[in-house]
């Protein structure tokens, strides 16, 4: 079985063909940073315009690279939400054409469940597992029980973990996003203790039951630290001080998580912990979970960097897990801007 997929609910229009062993036959990726980097954030109609120059050479980039026809292709993925919606109807409506045309399976896909699944595209992981979703506009921790089965144990009260990176990144006159560069920025400190005593950043939500996050109180404290700056060793004292502080909040909210998982599958003898999103590529908090994950005898997955951020392969994954169930969408699936991902059980379950 060999699936296309189709993204583009943000600022990357992609596409890519997989098979149903995991290969990825193609993933091509084509960014917008530069159209909205003076604006210092996404700006939904110049991402709409974009998508729709690009997708028709992104979708045909990804059949050339994977040296297949559409004739080849066995079913059209697309994401049809959460996102953008201008975005989103763009590479929907493509995907869409395509099936019609070809008269090929349409399989609607949930960028959520995209990040959910990357795991198993790139190791294969096995359900049950924890699940913490980090991204620049989604910060969820779930339990994935099953294909389509997630159970929501705790999300962001105000902002995302990615977009306080980007805005602290902004705060700090660093380029856009600014979220892989404040994490280049805290790299270069050499006492990350130093760091926190000169900064003594807000740990919100830290000790208390449940697992959801908060981080606008973090993303203010960060502010009110930047007019007093003194060069650029403050500048790197201050990017760790808050990388840190991330880092101990998805600390304590995963071990309350941990918690609910081992009693909910208490006979899984090594069970994992798997993040997604863009800010899953963050090397420090991947050492944090890791460290966590080795303390409860679990296992903590994170796919490579290239499968973390949005693209088209892990949209094509959820194509062909449906498609191999015979979980199909009709041409009549509209575009959503908002699209929880409870919603799925009750379609499939």
């Known amino acids: 079985m060999i699936v296309m997929g189709i993204e583009s609910s943000c ?40 998508h729709m120059d690009q997708i028709e050479q992104i979708v045909q ?28 109807i763009v590479g929907m409506m493509a995907g869409k054409t395509m099936a019609a045309i070809k008269n090929k399976p349409f399989i609607g896909v949930n960028h959520l469940e995209g990040h959910i699944l990357s795991p198993r595209l ?26 389509g089965n997630y159970e929501l144990l705790g999300t962001s009260l105000d902002d995302a973990v990615g977009e306080c990176f980007d805005k602290v990144g902004r705060m700090l006159g660093l380029p856009f996003p600014g979220g892989k560069y404040v994490a280049q920025l805290a790299a270069q400190c050499t006492d990350r203790q130093a760091a926190a005593e000169k900064f003594p950043l807000p740990r919100p939500m830290k000790g208390r039951q449940g697992c959801d996050f908060s981080f606008s109180g973090l993303k203010t404290a960060v502010l009110r630290y930047c007019d007093d700056l003194k060069g650029d060793g403050d500048k790197i004292m201050l990017a760790a001080a808050m990388e840190d502080a991330v880092a101990d909040v ?34 420090t908090i991947k050492a944090r979970l890791t460290r966590l994950t080795d303390s ?29 169930r015979g979980w199909t969408d009709t041409m009549a699936m509209k575009a959503r801007p908002r699209w929880p991902l409870e919603e799925l059980k009750k379609d499939n379950i």
């Open 61 to 88: 980039m990804a059949l050339d690279d994977a040296g297949l026809g559409l004739d080849d292709i066995d079913g059209i993925a697309a994401t049809c939400g959460p996102g953008l919606i201008g975005g989103v």
């Open 11 to 50: 600022d990357e229009t992609a596409a890519a063909v997989v098979d149903e062993k995991g290969t990825i036959l193609s993933n091509i990726v084509s960014s917008q940073i530069r159209d909205h980097a003076r604006f210092g954030g996404v700006v939904p109609e110049i991402a709409a315009r974009a």
């Open 250 to 283: 998805m600390d304590n909210r995963m071990k309350n998580a941990i918690s609910i998982f081992t009693t909910c599958y208490p006979h899984v003898e090594k069970g994992h912990i798997v993040s997604g999103g863009g800010v899953a590529a963050n090397e």
């Open 296 to 324: 409860h005898n679990m296992i903590f997955t994170a796919p490579p960097a290239h499968l973390c951020t949005d693209n088209g392969a892990m949209i094509a994954w959820v194509g062909i897990e449906r498609l191999s």
């Open 122 to 147: 790139s190791d294969g992981v096995e359900f049950p597992y924890l699940v913490l979703l980090v991204s620049g506009a989604h910060t969820q921790i779930l339990i994935a029980h099953g294909l």
